[in-house]
């Protein structure tokens, strides 16, 4: 369980990266959405007791990370992927994963032995578990990285977008993986890809501007969006305004036989041959947004 | 006993020193000194005996009566004198051979050692940076003293194999150029003269260059700390050999003269022969001391970045 009361982090030159937040985040999986630079990065850094807060409170596991004592007790109990995986090239990965590990505490070489071949089998690495990092791709990098996150049975594990360069099928098994373990211990996964979102997180927060803009479930997030989500074919040229001054945001478009289908979000129907569609996650976001392409009347 | 190794690696502490000694030698860093280092011995231990030096040094070091000069300088004007003494023992002819390597072939070695391993120690902590470890190390539970304490004891046991290789290596190429000496007193001098400075000065550029974001700046403080210390090494010894007795600045002297200079030349020279091992263990001592003040203020600064980050 994880209480985040009125956070703010500045750094300097005056930048805000997170105002006033306010999170609970409970057991399971919990996503994190938000844009580059919405704050998401910097809060996870502050849970994992990385980056002192401006202001706030927050409370991981019961322990306050305002103090020393609080901090090296989260500290115990957690698993980090940050966003920029960092490792030793010159190490293999069975031996990367045994210094975190002992510096995790886990001190019985038995159990380190254990914890990690049975880590390396989950993560699929063992036939290259003796083989030095450099020589990784970047999926199995990530890959490692996870591993090395899950060393000493973590309570909270904290995965910085965890799916980035991976491919499809790389990206799918480990969300597989994290679902899995969220069933363990609590999952905070942050992420601007909303299909990991919705695969897998029962709860979800939306971040801009470093503030939280929505905090509930996937399908009351999708719930918000209902009935202002629509489909327009035109020839080929984005919808034009029919009156009401505001088109909404295109969501995707795609080539089709009699021309072109555009998806759009928006407070009103676009024009009179729009047709309105059930909501997915990503229509929920970009309603809850509104707005990265924004079509202007004439 | 291997367990209490293998328990004793699995500590923080005791797997930091492991694995910084891994990394270390896995590096190109440590290597280049050791090979650097095996060059200068073929070199120096041979050129110097072919041309008759050692053989001189023996031979001075052995005479019942040994006639040294002295270059004094007072009111202003430089003088040379002779001074003449007699030892009060016969010296063993072993114990003579280890002597002369003293003067001989290990300041040589002291000095590139002195030169070189700093180099290798500047971006042990930037390394940390450069290669992104630095978010994972600090997600565990490891505190930032820790950490420092970890980097400059896993360098100096990397070191530590470095000087074993070394010492083995001068002494069995003076045994084959010179002949026999003495091993004890040969291992002593290695570790009284060498083995502090290997964990002192390199462990101070550590620490200064901990605050290095990037590795070519840690390096750059590398470079500018081997230059300072043949600097300051230089100084010292002009010091001492106009002077001959020690003052405060020979012993608060980062590079430590007079340890270099009580086994590197004072038993060829009497005139600093006022320089006793005790000056050396207090020089070594003060020396602890610069480190453990440069280790504070720089857990300090670490701590503070933590805190403004």
Request: glycine share 10%; proline share 4%; hydrophobic share 45%.
């Amino acid at each position: 369980m994880i209480e985040i009361t009125n956070l703010t982090k500045t750094y300097a030159g005056h930048i805000h990266a997170l105002d006033d937040v306010s999170l609970t985040i409970g057991s399971g999986m919990f996503g994190l959405l938000g844009a580059n630079g919405a704050g998401k990065t910097t809060l996870m850094r502050i849970m994992a007791g990385l980056v002192k807060p401006s202001g706030g409170r927050i409370v991981v596991l019961g322990h306050d990370m305002a103090s020393y004592a609080g901090q090296q007790a989260t500290k115990a109990l957690l698993g980090y992927l940050p966003q920029e995986l960092g490792f030793y090239p010159n190490l293999s990965a069975r031996e990367f994963l045994d210094y975190l590990a002992i510096l995790k505490g886990v001190a019985d070489p038995k159990i380190r032995r254990t914890q990690i071949d049975t880590l390396i089998e989950m993560v699929r690495l063992t036939d290259a578990a003796d083989r030095r990092l450099k020589t990784y791709s970047g999926g199995m990098k990530r890959r490692f990285g996870i591993a090395s996150a899950l060393l000493g049975s973590p309570q909270l594990l904290i995965v910085d977008e965890p799916t980035v360069g991976l491919d499809p099928e790389e990206r799918i098994r480990l969300r597989n993986l994290l679902a899995d373990l969220a069933r363990r211990c609590t999952v905070i996964l942050s992420t601007h890809i909303i299909e990991d979102i919705g695969a897998s997180c029962t709860q979800l927060a939306v971040m801009a501007k470093g503030r939280v803009t929505y905090q509930g479930t996937p399908a009351e997030m999708i719930a918000q969006a209902r009935g202002h989500v629509w489909t327009v074919t035109t020839a080929g040229e984005a919808p034009l305004d029919s009156g009401s001054g505001d088109v909404g945001s295109i969501v995707s478009m795609r080539q089709m036989s009699d021309g072109v289908q555009y998806r759009m979000v928006g407070e009103h129907l676009p024009n009179a041959t729009a047709q309105a569609v059930e909501p997915s996650l990503e229509d929920g976001y970009m309603w809850l947004t509104r707005g990265t392409e924004k079509v202007s009347s004439g | 006993m291997a367990n209490v190794l293998r328990r004793a690696f699995s500590t923080p502490l005791g797997g930091m020193i492991r694995y910084e000694v891994l990394l270390h030698w896995r590096q190109r860093g440590l290597l280049v000194v050791l090979f650097t280092m095996i060059l200068l011995g073929v070199l120096t231990v041979f050129s110097l005996s072919n041309s008759g030096l050692i053989q001189r040094i023996i031979d001075q070091l052995s005479m019942d009566v040994v006639s040294r000069s002295q270059t004094v300088i007072a009111d202003g004007q430089t003088t040379i004198q002779t001074i003449t003494q007699t030892p009060d023992t016969p010296k063993n002819p072993a114990y003579i051979s280890t002597q002369a390597f003293s003067v001989t072939a290990w300041p040589i070695a002291y000095i590139m050692l002195l030169i070189l391993v700093p180099m290798v120690a500047a971006d042990a902590i930037a390394r940390d940076r450069k290669y992104r470890v630095t978010d994972l190390l600090d997600s565990t539970p490891l505190s930032s003293a820790l950490y420092l304490f970890g980097k400059i004891l896993g360098l100096f046991a990397a070191e530590v194999g470095l000087l074993l290789v070394v010492m083995i290596l001068y002494g069995g190429l003076w045994r084959v150029a010179v002949g026999a000496f003495d091993i004890p007193s040969y291992i002593a001098l290695w570790l009284v003269s060498t083995l502090p400075m290997l964990f002192i000065n390199p462990s101070l550029i550590v620490l200064l260059a901990s605050g290095q974001n990037g590795r070519r700046s840690a390096l750059l403080i590398g470079f500018a700390a081997c230059f300072a210390m043949f600097f300051f090494l230089g100084i010292g010894l002009s010091h001492m050999r106009t002077v001959g007795t020690p003052a405060l600045w020979d012993y608060v002297n980062p590079v430590h003269p007079l340890v270099f200079e009580y086994f590197g030349y004072a038993p060829v020279n009497v005139s600093l022969q006022s320089i006793t091992i005790g000056d050396a263990w207090l020089s070594w001592l003060i020396g602890a001391g610069e480190l453990a003040l440069v280790a504070w203020a720089a857990w300090a600064w670490l701590n503070r970045r933590k805190a403004n980050s």
